[in-house]
């Protein structure tokens, strides 16, 4: 099989996610989602906040598909923008949280049993015993969701959002990373580099960090469904994507209104929207803990 030049690790990794269903259904339910917020503007029958209020509240019909809303805005097109705000806040607060949790991790890792472990991992699980979604609504909360000017940069509320999950997302990294780092650091194999002369830093980025990898991978994909969660609640409560802008939070927000009076698609298509997500991420996150763990995995190696 030709690899165009791909390595052969991620070629077999490709393949086992494929090998497995829970995985494969996982992968095409996050890329199809992935691939609907890219291609946004060039899948959505209408504008997002386009309002038609001869055509408020109708049900689901071959001109709009998944209905219209208070307002006659197609439900559609302003779930499949609403894919946007979630998919961008899950998966940049790992992006944000990725480097904080590596360098926590693996220097107390390395250093287990000093000073500095016990500084840097007390101070994690002070962070971390704040639940994560209280203190993004109190951030939230006190800087406002109008956005920040700060010169010629403009901070609006969705990265006030992405910079708070990101930074709470540091002390669940870290502890990933500190055991693994924790027991990598206490291996043969890092004692006979010692005594070849080689340096902490070394030992630390070449060897130990590349085996924090796989584990990493599998967290970040988890965290990324919480992401999406937490962006929706915070739009939800009016905390988030502001309207009339599309997020799915926003429109659950909007449809609570109707829950008793007959316009079930208002509420069904962006709940199963967050939920097919949440689904999809977590499923695909199984499948690359199983294919990443030597100890449960009996395909191919990615070696």
């Known amino acids: 099989m030709q690899n165009w030049g791909i390595p052969r690790r991620y070629l077999l990794l490709v393949h086992s996610i494929g090998a497995s269903r829970t ?46 809303d208070l307002t006659g805005r197609d439900v ?70 109008k956005p920040i000017a700060m010169g010629p940069f403009t901070i609006t509320n969705e990265i006030k959002i992405v910079v708070v999950l990101g930074f709470l997302y540091i002390p669940g990294l870290a502890r990933v990373v500190f055991a693994v780092a924790a027991a990598e650091a206490t291996s043969d194999y890092i004692r006979a580099r010692r005594i070849q002369g080689v340096r902490d830093f070394t030992l630390i980025v070449s060897d130990i960090l590349p085996n924090c990898l796989s584990v990493v991978i599998v967290w970040g994909t988890l965290l990324t469904a919480g992401g999406v969660l937490a962006e929706a609640g915070l739009s939800f409560v009016g905390l988030g994507v502001q309207p009339p802008d599309a997020s799915w939070g926003v429109m659950l927000s909007e449809a609570r209104k109707f829950i008793f009076s007959g316009e079930w698609w208002l509420l069904f298509f962006p709940g199963l929207a967050i939920s097919l997500t949440v689904i999809g991420l977590n499923l695909l996150g199984d499948a690359l803990r199983d294919i990443l763990d030597p100890r449960h995995y009996t395909g191919p190696r990615l070696d």
């Open 23 to 68: 995985g494969l259904f996982g992968f095409c339910l996050v890329s199809v989602l992935a691939l609907m917020a890219i291609f946004a503007p060039w899948i959505a029958p209408y504008e997002p906040t386009q309002v038609d209020m001869l055509n408020r509240l109708q049900p689901p019909s071959w001109s709009h598909w998944m209905g219209t």
């Open 76 to 145: 559609f097109s302003r779930l499949i923008w609403g894919a946007r705000p979630s998919l961008q806040v899950g998966i940049l607060a790992v992006l944000i949280g990725l480097p904080g949790g590596f360098a926590v991790g693996l220097l107390a890792g390395f250093y287990r049993g000093t000073m500095l472990e016990t500084i840097l991992m007390r101070i994690v699980e002070i962070i971390a015993a704040v639940p994560l979604l209280i203190v993004a609504i109190a951030v939230v909360g006190v800087l406002g969701v």
